[in-house]
């Protein structure tokens, strides 16, 4: 009988070929190279065609999107196709366990099953924002010629009782000051005008919420929770560029928001109209109030800084050091902060006084890779040459040691030549997450420790990275 049913079914790899190009031509060519190209047939069994996607987001991104036009086409094919399912499995590996979603049909319409689960709108609000650093505030900010500009106008946006100039676009290279600038205004409104609501929260969370609204078809929701808001900061939008569907409802929110006159401060890497991928409507939208730049520190600011820097902290360091610092680190503030933090630790363990040779030998590699940038992309292609794998493997969701491995290593030289951050470094390899770097630089650190030649194998490679 299970022979019979089988062969009646009759959907094989032909017409898996013939349905991608169907879905291609309802979908077009952007959104299905987007999402639609990752997608797997893998069976129909009775009334249940399964696919695969290779990570879980874009098995959502598919499900919310897409699973009425995959149902319509697949129909054509069989007719008796009645539920779609998803399952997550990661290119050259195998279907993760528990990650199917289903999506039936029902009295004419299909119902996500997910959505049915709960109504979680509520729950927004809780999760919407991130905690404001008890550190980043305008009396810890040393005003130079690089930032008076965006110092000045995020003080007045943190001053007025109105909305002053709108949005407010900050931005400039990493480590800039362009965070704590907008806590900065966070912290002065909650000071000065408590009644008024503040809520600061990076682009991608922004985004994060936007997808979960969307899953849940519940964008007014997501939008009422804005009503309460007075003043809204997002943080490093150049990481919505690209996610098409996700701007255009940014977009909307935004303009929603500014016409009930909430105040909105953004901040980049980049000016409005360098953003790569942003549609220019909404390039020029996020440009149409007070854009400030910040430029990279001189050679006084970032001796004002580390001044200020050291007085918090309570230590004496010698001028002829800081001095030294100003010169030699110059290519952002965090990494600056990073070498004066490096070299109290170590004077303190140690019990040495700091001096400009101390600071040479313990910060010996900071000094070494500030003298020229070394890239990400740099350590990505060294390590593929050194391990003979392929520089798309760096970005690949393929797990298979020979891989993982040799990524991992340039996750780790990543960490430890560059400055980026966990999550900056995640990003720029496929778009992991950060706790998935900050695994791997433990993973290779305790290697180091455990094998004199794998620890020498490293060395060499930061040798030759750095050369
Ligand atoms: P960005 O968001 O532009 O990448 P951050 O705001 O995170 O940079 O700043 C990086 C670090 O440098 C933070 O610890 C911040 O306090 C410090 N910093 C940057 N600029 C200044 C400044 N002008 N005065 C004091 N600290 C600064
Ligand atoms: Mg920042």
Not at 129 to 148: I, S
Not at 181 to 194: D, E, S, T, Y
Request: charged residues 30%.
């Amino acid at each position: 009988r299970g022979l019979m049913e089988n062969s009646s079914y009759d959907f094989d790899e032909k017409k898996w070929a013939s349905l991608k190009k169907d879905l291609k031509k309802t979908t077009g060519d952007t959104a299905y190279n987007n999402w639609l190209k990752h997608l797997n047939y893998i069976s129909l069994e009775k009334d249940v065609i399964t696919f695969s996607v290779p990570t879980k987001f874009l098995r959502d991104w598919i499900v919310n999107n897409y699973s009425d036009k995959i149902k319509n086409e697949s129909k054509k094919y069989n007719e008796k196709i009645e539920t779609i399912k998803f399952v997550v499995k990661p290119t050259g590996g195998r279907v993760v366990p528990g990650t199917a979603r289903t999506v039936k049909s029902t009295d004419n319409h299909w119902k996500n099953t997910l959505d049915i689960r709960s109504n979680q709108s509520s729950s927004y609000p809780n999760e919407f924002g991130a905690p404001l650093d008890p550190r980043f505030t305008f009396d810890n900010f040393v005003v130079g010629k690089p930032n008076e500009l965006a110092f000045a106008a995020s003080e007045r946006v943190a001053e007025a009782n109105k909305v002053t100039f709108n949005p407010l676009f900050l931005y400039g290279g990493v480590g800039l000051g362009k965070t704590h600038l907008m806590h900065a205004i966070g912290w002065k409104v909650k000071q000065q005008q408590p009644d008024r609501k503040v809520i600061y929260l990076s682009a991608e969370k922004f985004m994060y919420q936007f997808v979960r609204a969307l899953r849940y078809k519940d964008t007014s929701a997501f939008k009422e929770q804005f009503r309460s808001i007075d003043v809204l900061m997002i943080d490093d939008v150049q990481f919505i560029s690209g996610k098409d569907n996700t701007q255009e409802e940014f977009f909307h929110t935004f303009n929603a928001l500014i016409e009930q006159n909430k105040q909105i401060v953004i901040s980049a890497d980049k000016s409005p109209s360098d953003l790569d991928g942003v549609q220019e409507r909404l390039k020029s939208r996020l440009g149409c109030g007070l854009v400030a730049d910040i430029h990279p520190t001189t050679y006084e600011l970032r001796l004002g800084i580390l001044i200020e820097k050291a007085q918090k902290r309570g230590v004496e360091i010698p001028p002829k050091v800081l001095e030294f610092l100003s010169h030699r680190i110059i290519s952002n503030v965090r990494e600056m902060e990073g070498a004066l933090n490096r070299l109290v630790a170590h004077a303190t363990l140690v019990g040495t006084s700091i001096t400009v040779e101390t600071a040479q030998v313990v910060l010996q590699d900071l000094l070494k890779s500030s003298n020229r940038k070394i890239t990400i992309e740099e350590i990505q292609k060294k390590v593929a040459e050194h391990f003979n794998i392929r520089i798309t493997d760096m970005h690949s969701p393929r797990r298979s040691r020979s891989v993982a491995r040799p990524r991992q290593i340039a996750m780790y030289l990543a960490k430890s030549i560059t400055s980026r951050s966990l999550p900056e470094i995640g990003r720029k390899f496929g778009g992991r997450d950060h706790t998935t770097v900050m695994h791997a630089v433990k993973k290779i650190e305790q290697l180091k420790l455990q094998d004199i030649n794998f620890n020498e194998d490293i060395e060499l490679l930061k040798r030759l990275i750095d050369s």
